[in-house]
Each structure stands twice: as C-alpha cells, then as structure tokens.
C-alpha cells in the first residue's frame, strides 16, 4: 500500500459542489452519475496521449481490435496490427480500443490524478480510511467499439472526456455473476474479464456518458461499456481502501483454504472488520503455505 502525494491546498475543482455531494450519497457501495470539469483539458488530447503512450513502457500499455463480443477469453482478444502510437493517431478510424495504465508516474498526469481526487478524499476518508495505491488509466476507443463484461479491483470514477458511450453497471458481490471461485482466481492474478451470459443484462443498469459526465463504479462491481458513434477518450481515477485491500485478503484465503480441501469462509460486505481471518491468512502467508 503506497502513501499518496502531498496536494496543494488549492485546486480547481475536478468535481463540482453537487457532484461531491452525489457522491457521498452513493460512496462506497452504489454506482451513480456524477459530472466533472476536465474537458478540454491539454493533457487529454488525442496528440498529448500519443506522446505520452510513446514513451510509456510496454507492460504499462494494452490495446487491440475494439469489435469484441462481450464475453470474450483474453486469450481470444485480437491484435490490431499497428504500434501504439499509430493506434491513437488513427483511432478515429482503425477499429481499435487502448488503456495507458498507471499514467500517474508521469509528473504531470499525477497532478491531475491527486487534484482529482483531493476533491473526494474527505468523503472517502469518513467512509472507508485513507485513499491507498492511487491510480489512473486513460481509455481511448475507436466508435462501435465495445470493452468486454469485466471487474475491476479499485474504487473507480471514469470521467468522460470526448465523445460518448454507454456503460452498464451490474451489482457487486453478487455471486451469479461473479461466482466466489473466480473472485479467488481474480486476487490471484487471474483475468479481469467474466463469463457473460445473455440473462444477466436484465440486472444491469445503463450509465450514458458524454463530455463532462462520469460515473463512479463500485469495487469489483462487474461492467460492460459499449462506444458512440465518434472516438471516446476516458480518464479512469482509482484508489484501493481498507476495505479493498482486506476483500482481496479474503478472496485469497479462500483460495488457499480451498486448494488445501478445508472449508472457506463467507467474505462480508464490511471486509475491513474480519480481522481474525485476514491475520491468520496473513500469518500462513508468512509461513509459505
């Protein structure tokens, strides 16, 4: 767990008074609309992101053909044929989707991440402790494309920056959508993406965003996000929690209960408090097992 960065005592504010005030209504467990005032914003050009991706390590960058189906294996997901920066130069017409993740070990992108979330932190602070392992991604995606049902570790706000998409949210911790064997094989460095079944989109709820609009999407909470009509630029702000972390623990220890033939336990949704069950885990990990 990394400390964050010391902000500045004045900012422009990322997110307005009502979208703070959303937020916290919704803040940790319930996805919700929320508004923001990065359009526009030099940084998040299509130019300034090439630059940027062109000096980005490789392991930091992902993309590939953006007309995927919504349940697809990783191992399925096809190349796009060209270089990342030529993906984003001519993703207006390439058919491609691409992430820069962790954007925030450039100095400039990680002012933009800490004044984002310096916005937030007094919310999140009451609610779930201390903002942990804070990042961003930058999702640029070709029009049509679609990003697989997938879950995410982090508590999440994507803030939409151009052109427009749909994202749909499905409930979190619900175990006919994410079945208690593949959250352990998440936290155990197992793929994002979920099994998607036609039956499920009926438990989804829609979130349009357009320029200026964002939406916060709870921890792990299963999504899809199908693209407009015109290129989309995203910048995705994370933060791990207390919670977070001690949801993941608990995921593992089941993992390794289960593969040892021991009975596993039940993972609450107030993680944090399980803490005879986190310190054993964390006493067997000590200990090799």
């Given amino acids: ?29 319930q996805p919700v609309a929320l508004s923001h005032n990065l359009v526009g914003h030099s940084l998040l050009s299509l130019d300034a992101l090439a630059t940027l991706a062109e000096r980005m390590p490789a392991s930091s960058v992902e993309y590939n053909l953006g007309k995927l189906p919504l349940g697809v294996r990783p191992e399925d997901t096809p190349s796009n044929g060209l270089t990342l920066g030529e993906t984003i130069r001519t993703i207006e017409t390439n058919g491609s989707w691409a992430v820069l993740k962790n954007v925030e070990r450039d100095p400039a992108y990680a002012a933009l991440l800490d004044a984002a979330l310096a916005d937030l932190e007094p919310i999140v602070a009451a609610r779930t402790g201390p903002m ?26 994507l803030l939409q920056i151009m052109g427009s998409k749909v994202m749909t949210i499905f409930p979190a911790r619900y175990e006919a959508l994410v ?3 593949k959250s352990e094989e998440f936290h155990g460095g197992g793929h994002r993406n979920l099994v998607w079944q036609d039956g499920f989109k009926a438990l989804g709820a829609p979130y349009p965003l357009h320029p200026g609009d964002a939406v916060h999407v709870p921890v792990k909470a299963p999504h899809f996000v199908e693209n407009g009509p015109a290129v989309s630029v995203s910048l995705s702000v994370t933060w791990r929690s207390e919670r977070s972390v001690a949801e993941g623990e608990l995921h593992s220890f089941n993992a390794l209960l289960r593969r040892r033939k021991l009975p596993v336990g039940t993972v609450s949704d107030r993680p944090e408090k399980q803490s005879v069950r986190r310190l054993v885990y964390r006493v067997m990990r000590k200990l090799g097992a």
Avoid: C, K, W
């Fill in 1 to 29: 767990m990394t400390a964050h960065r010391p902000i500045a005592a004045t900012h422009e504010a990322t997110f307005p008074d009502s979208a703070r005030t959303t937020f916290a209504a919704a803040y940790p467990d």
């Fill in 132 to 157: 942990l392992h804070r990042e961003a991604f930058i999702f640029l995606t070709s029009p049509g494309s679609v990003t697989p049902f997938h879950m995410d570790p982090e508590h999440n706000i």
């Fill in 179 to 181: 079945p208690a064997q």
